[in-house]
Protein backbone atom coordinates (compact mmCIF):
# COMPACT_ATOMS: atom_id res chain seq x y z
CA UNK A 1 0.00 0.00 0.00
CA UNK A 2 0.95 3.61 -0.02
CA UNK A 3 1.83 3.83 3.33
CA UNK A 4 4.55 1.17 3.05
CA UNK A 5 2.70 -1.26 4.61
CA UNK A 6 2.25 -5.10 3.29
CA UNK A 7 -0.89 -6.63 3.37
CA UNK A 8 0.16 -9.78 1.65
CA UNK A 9 2.55 -11.69 0.09
CA UNK A 10 3.66 -14.83 -1.86
CA UNK A 11 7.47 -14.68 -0.76
CA UNK A 12 8.29 -18.13 0.41
CA UNK A 13 4.89 -19.52 -1.24
CA UNK A 14 3.91 -20.74 -4.76
CA UNK A 15 3.92 -18.07 -7.21
CA UNK A 16 0.18 -16.39 -8.14
CA UNK A 17 -0.85 -18.34 -10.98
CA UNK A 18 -4.19 -16.98 -12.78
CA UNK A 19 -5.22 -16.36 -17.04
CA UNK A 20 -5.25 -13.56 -18.10
CA UNK A 21 -9.00 -12.21 -19.45
CA UNK A 22 -11.04 -14.73 -16.51
CA UNK A 23 -11.30 -11.99 -14.14
CA UNK A 24 -9.73 -14.12 -11.07
CA UNK A 25 -7.17 -10.69 -10.39
CA UNK A 26 -8.22 -7.53 -9.26
CA UNK A 27 -7.89 -5.28 -13.17
CA UNK A 28 -5.28 -3.02 -12.58
CA UNK A 29 -3.32 -5.88 -11.95
CA UNK A 30 -3.89 -7.69 -14.84
CA UNK A 31 -3.54 -4.15 -16.92
CA UNK A 32 -0.04 -3.87 -14.91
CA UNK A 33 1.41 -6.86 -16.54
CA UNK A 34 0.19 -7.88 -20.05
CA UNK A 35 2.79 -6.96 -21.82
CA UNK A 36 5.30 -8.30 -19.39
CA UNK A 37 7.72 -11.10 -20.40
CA UNK A 38 9.19 -14.28 -18.51
CA UNK A 39 11.88 -13.00 -16.29
CA UNK A 40 10.98 -9.12 -16.05
CA UNK A 41 10.60 -7.73 -12.68
CA UNK A 42 8.91 -4.18 -12.42
CA UNK A 43 6.23 -2.80 -9.78
CA UNK A 44 3.37 -1.53 -10.46
CA UNK A 45 1.12 1.00 -8.53
CA UNK A 46 -2.75 0.48 -8.91
CA UNK A 47 -5.50 3.12 -7.85
CA UNK A 48 -8.22 2.09 -6.06
CA UNK A 49 -10.27 2.31 -8.80
CA UNK A 50 -8.49 -0.27 -10.48
CA UNK A 51 -8.24 -2.56 -7.21
CA UNK A 52 -11.30 -3.19 -5.01
CA UNK A 53 -12.80 -0.03 -5.64
CA UNK A 54 -13.82 2.98 -3.18
CA UNK A 55 -15.23 2.53 -0.18
CA UNK A 56 -19.12 2.72 -0.33
CA UNK A 57 -20.83 3.94 3.27
CA UNK A 58 -23.72 2.05 2.38
CA UNK A 59 -22.18 -0.84 2.72
CA UNK A 60 -22.01 -0.14 6.83
CA UNK A 61 -25.04 -1.09 8.65
CA UNK A 62 -25.58 -1.73 12.38
CA UNK A 63 -28.18 -4.51 13.39
CA UNK A 64 -29.32 -5.98 17.23
CA UNK A 65 -26.68 -7.72 19.10
CA UNK A 66 -29.08 -10.73 19.19
CA UNK A 67 -28.33 -11.48 15.45
CA UNK A 68 -25.26 -12.09 15.81
CA UNK A 69 -22.82 -15.11 17.28
CA UNK A 70 -22.36 -15.05 21.27
CA UNK A 71 -18.33 -14.60 20.82
CA UNK A 72 -18.59 -11.16 18.13
CA UNK A 73 -16.20 -9.07 18.57
CA UNK A 74 -14.50 -5.58 17.17
CA UNK A 75 -12.27 -6.43 14.19
CA UNK A 76 -13.83 -10.16 13.89
CA UNK A 77 -14.72 -11.16 10.95
CA UNK A 78 -18.37 -12.24 9.68
CA UNK A 79 -19.32 -14.38 6.84
CA UNK A 80 -23.01 -13.28 5.59
CA UNK A 81 -25.40 -15.17 3.38
CA UNK A 82 -26.68 -12.60 0.18
CA UNK A 83 -29.74 -12.97 -1.00
CA UNK A 84 -28.55 -15.36 -3.63
CA UNK A 85 -26.84 -17.48 -1.31
CA UNK A 86 -23.68 -15.42 -2.02
CA UNK A 87 -21.30 -15.25 0.82
CA UNK A 88 -20.67 -11.47 1.31
CA UNK A 89 -17.65 -10.73 3.91
CA UNK A 90 -17.90 -8.82 6.38
CA UNK A 91 -16.24 -6.80 9.48
CA UNK A 92 -17.06 -5.71 12.83
CA UNK A 93 -16.31 -1.97 13.35
CA UNK A 94 -18.48 -1.67 16.97
CA UNK A 95 -20.24 -2.99 19.52
CA UNK A 96 -21.74 -1.10 21.49
CA UNK A 97 -24.60 -2.02 24.09
CA UNK A 98 -27.04 -3.84 22.17
CA UNK A 99 -25.95 -2.69 18.51
CA UNK A 100 -23.33 -3.85 16.20
CA UNK A 101 -21.94 -2.48 13.31
CA UNK A 102 -20.60 -3.96 10.52
CA UNK A 103 -18.47 -2.97 7.30
CA UNK A 104 -19.10 -4.87 3.86
CA UNK A 105 -16.15 -2.96 2.19
CA UNK A 106 -13.37 -5.17 0.95
CA UNK A 107 -10.71 -4.44 3.56
CA UNK A 108 -8.66 -2.67 0.93
CA UNK A 109 -11.33 -0.98 -0.30
CA UNK A 110 -10.49 3.15 -0.77
CA UNK A 111 -6.73 2.45 -0.84
CA UNK A 112 -4.16 2.18 -3.77
CA UNK A 113 -1.91 -0.45 -4.04
CA UNK A 114 1.73 -1.31 -4.93
CA UNK A 115 2.78 -4.49 -6.69
CA UNK A 116 6.50 -5.92 -7.08
CA UNK A 117 6.08 -8.56 -9.49
CA UNK A 118 8.41 -11.09 -11.35
CA UNK A 119 7.08 -13.35 -14.30
CA UNK A 120 8.36 -16.78 -13.35
CA UNK A 121 6.21 -19.23 -15.77
CA UNK A 122 4.28 -18.16 -19.11
CA UNK A 123 1.78 -21.07 -20.34
Do not use: C
Not at 21 to 43: D, H, R, S
Not at 76 to 88: A, F, Q, S, T, Y
Amino acid sequence: MNDGSVFDSSEGKQPLEFTIGENQVIPGFENGIKEMKLNEEKTIKISAKEAYGERNEKLITSAPRDKFPPQVEVGGMLVLKGPNGERLPATVKEVKNDIVTIDMNHPLAGKDLNFKIKIVAVN
